[in-house]
Nanobody, 123 residues
Framework: QVQLQESGGGLVQAGGSLNLSCVIS????????MAWFRQGPGQEREFVAA????????YYTDSVKGRFTISRDNAKNTVYLQMNGLKLDDTAVYYCAANGGVLATTPRLYDFWGQGTQVTVSS
């Protein structure tokens, strides 16, 4: 059974940084495309960043470009989201997701999901 487990969320002041991690187990991690999504209070789940199976390609939503960096370590079965310059609008539950290797921004194209980790940015 495939499992994804996020960690690294928390409370941070605006302008601060957090580094989220997501460990995948149960399958060969290196074959998966990975992504981070987020869902704020009363909002739909939205795409944040994606990375292809070998890390050669990444993609970001416009609102996080230049502030967030997605990366992966296939030897550790882990994908990361380094978040710098956090803003109040970044407050959300952050989810990692995995698919068969496609670089995608649509939730329905991801087969496996973690439970999420809360990120709260305060003023």
């Amino acid at each position: 059974q495939v499992q994804l487990q996020e960690s690294g969320g928390g409370l941070v002041q605006a302008g601060g940084s957090l580094n989220l991690s997501c460990v995948i187990s149960g399958r060969t991690f290196a074959s998966h495309g990975m992504a981070w999504f987020r869902q704020g209070p009363g909002q739909e789940r939205e795409f944040v960043a994606a990375i292809n199976w070998n890390g050669a390609s990444t993609y970001y939503t416009d609102s996080v470009k230049g502030r967030f960096t997605i990366s992966r370590d296939n030897a550790k079965n882990t994908v990361y989201l380094q978040m710098n310059g956090l803003k109040l609008d970044d407050t959300a539950v952050y989810y990692c997701a995995a698919n068969g290797g496609v670089l995608a921004t649509t939730p329905r194209l991801y087969d496996f999901w973690g439970q999420g980790t809360q990120v709260t940015v305060s003023s």
